[in-house]
């Protein structure tokens, strides 16, 4: 059974830049087509964030894509957000999940980053 | 872009009732398109219904999807204390590709 588990920084400074992994273990990362990153900002709902494919092509939410990247390493199973350019607006719980047949069937725990000087 | 509008806000039960949530999209939505979650505190989003009424694997079946025109509607039967969460649908763009999910609904304990 496929598990996800984000990691990286919980505190970024404004202008900096935001970068998360998410490791896959239980399965591949080449063996289900998409991946994406999903976040929620304090006491509020879901936004999500885009996805990659394991061939490394992606997809990205309009209001984020001129400050996102997402990549995928199938060497070491695991796939990657940046942000760039981050504000306070930018502090949430940012999820990994599993692409399945228009939803997202696997999540990570969660990773709460906060954007402050 | 198509928008997710869910009511009510909150609702509030008792166990043993049937909740009947909604989701309203302004353009109209393929069934295989529109997806369910249940998020407790401190947790990640659960997935648990998909393309409209198909249930995610381990889901009871008293949790269950269904359609009218560009209403969608997920409903709980014999409400469990476990059950008492916010539920969120979404769904899947397909140009450009992506998703959207509603804003929630707070299903409490009267």
């Known amino acids: 059974q496929v598990q996800l588990q984000e990691s990286g920084p919980g505190l970024v400074k404004p202008s900096g830049t935001l970068s998360l992994t998410c490791v896959v273990s239980g399965g591949s990362v080449s063996n289900n087509n998409w991946w994406s990153w999903v976040r929620q900002p304090p006491g509020r709902g879901l936004e999500w964030i885009g996805e990659?494919?394991?061939?490394?092509?992606?997809s990205y939410n309009p209001s984020l894509a001129s400050r996102v990247t997402i990549s995928v390493d199938r060497s070491r199973d695991q796939f990657s957000l940046t942000l760039v350019s981050v504000t306070a607006a930018d502090t949430a719980v940012y999820f990994c999940a599993k692409n399945h047949f228009y939803c997202l069937d696997v999540w990570g725990q969660g990773t709460t980053v906060t954007v402050s000087s | 872009e198509s928008v997710l509008t869910q009511s009510p806000g909150t609702l509030s039960l008792s166990p043993g009732e049937t909740a009947t949530l909604s989701c309203r999209a302004s353009q109209s939505v393929s069934s295989n398109f529109l997806a369910w979650y249940q998020q407790k505190p401190g947790q990640a989003p659960r997935l648990l219904i998909y393309?409209?009424?198909s249930r995610a694997t381990g889901i009871p079946g008293r949790f269950s999807g269904g359609v009218s025109g560009t209403d969608f509607t997920l409903t709980i039967s014999r409400l469990e204390p476990e059950d008492f969460a916010v539920y969120y649908c979404?769904?899947?763009?397909?140009?450009?590709?992506?998703?959207?999910f509603g804003q929630g609904t707070k299903l409490e304990i009267k």
């Open positions: 393309a409209t009424s």
């Open positions: 990659v494919h394991h061939s490394g092509g992606t």
């Open positions: 979404q769904q899947y763009d397909s140009s450009p590709p992506g998703y959207t």
